[in-house]
């Protein structure tokens, strides 16, 4: 078992860190109209991005969903250009096309979030097979949601890797819903690690807000995959502090429920652990969060201030063909 040394536990509360407080400034700059459309953010489950992230080598791949930011970050992402992209704007990852649900960065290994559920992890497997092929030694993790282990593409993607063996880790950011939908009422086995003996690999579950959890199981994974050992399925425990979307207020959750989850704030896990084991103290922690908010606060001046799309570039970055007339 690999386990964060002390050096990169606080590394990973920073990153943590600087996740919770980018999706902070995007939700503000959604009260003051500087964005428009939808976001889907990921606070409270950023241990499962940071933890499967630092179990990878900077060459591995990665594949995310709708509620990527985190995913994206955690793989090196520049907060100013994905903030410029949440505000549509020239300077953003996708030239402001793509929004926060669509970004890419594949100098980062980061291979695309998307917004149609599942619709990456057959990508994700099909990157796995080029990997196998090439000899490249490189491993895949596809990150998605409970609600697509319902989705055919899940069970077909995760059956091919299985039977031909590839160096992918299925990453489920269990959050226990899928929008209002509870995983109880959506699968007879609402426990996603235990469907994976049906494709003959490894299922594990772990805490999904435990940082150090996370990054133990998923090492473990990842070194099986690059031995040539196959896929795991992880499904990685958490739970959503927000709504599904900026419109969703949640109404299907009770409060108890979300302040017991709110209690097991991956976050302040860290922090704790860090603090008790003395490898920072209070004073030493408090600058590094001020760095932190000043390198979003850097990113949000930058999107504010960034150019909009020309619009005579509209049809840049089309593949089908449209005649306007
Ligand atoms: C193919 C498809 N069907 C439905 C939707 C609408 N939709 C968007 S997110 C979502 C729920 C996804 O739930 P889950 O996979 O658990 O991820 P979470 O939002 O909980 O992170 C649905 C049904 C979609 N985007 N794509
Ligand atoms: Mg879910």
Redesign the pocket.
């Known amino acids: 078992m690999a386990r964060m040394n002390d050096a990169m536990l606080l590394d990973a509360w920073r990153r943590m860190l600087l996740i919770r407080r980018f999706e902070e400034a995007v939700a503000d700059a959604f009260a003051q109209g500087s964005v428009v459309g939808t976001a889907?953010f990921c606070m409270g489950q950023e241990a499962s991005a940071v933890g499967t992230i630092d179990a990878l080598r900077p060459d591995d791949l990665v594949t995310s969903?709708?509620?990527g930011h985190g995913h994206f970050l955690a793989k090196g992402a520049d907060p100013k250009r994905l903030m410029a992209e949440l505000f549509g704007k020239a300077t953003g990852y996708a030239g402001g096309r793509g929004g926060s649900q669509h970004v890419a960065d594949f100098s980062l290994g980061f291979l695309g979030s998307h917004?149609?559920?599942a619709g990456m992890i057959p990508v994700a497997t099909g990157a796995a097979l080029s990997q196998k092929l090439l000899g490249t030694g490189r491993v895949v993790v596809a990150f998605?949601?409970?609600?697509?282990t319902g989705?055919g593409a899940f069970h077909e993607a995760v059956n091919i890797g299985a039977a031909w063996q590839l160096p992918i880790v299925y990453l489920c950011?269990n959050?226990l819903?899928?929008?209002s939908t509870p995983v109880a009422e959506s699968f007879r086995v609402p426990e996603v690690a235990e469907r994976a003996c049906a494709y003959g690999i490894p299922g594990v579950s772990v805490d999904g807000n435990d940082i150090e959890a996370v990054h133990e199981t998923v090492h473990e994974a990842v070194e099986r995959a690059r031995l040539g050992g196959g896929p795991t399925l992880v499904e990685a425990r958490t739970y959503?502090f927000c709504g599904?979307s900026k419109s969703d207020m949640c109404e299907y959750r009770t409060d108890e429920e979300e302040a017991c989850w709110l209690d097991r704030d991956p976050l302040i896990i860290a922090e704790d652990r860090i603090l008790e084991r003395e490898i920072a103290t209070r004073a030493e922690l408090d600058p590094l969060a001020e760095q932190v908010s000043a390198v979003v606060d850097e990113a949000a001046r930058f999107a504010l201030g960034s150019p909009d799309p020309d619009p005579a570039t509209v049809a840049e970055g089309v593949f089908a063909e449209f005649d306007v007339t």
Do not use: K
């Not at 998605?144 to 697509?148: I, L, Q, S």
């Open positions: 889907h969903n709708h509620r917004g149609i559920t998605f949601g409970d609600g697509a989705q950011e959050n819903y899928a929008m959503r599904h």
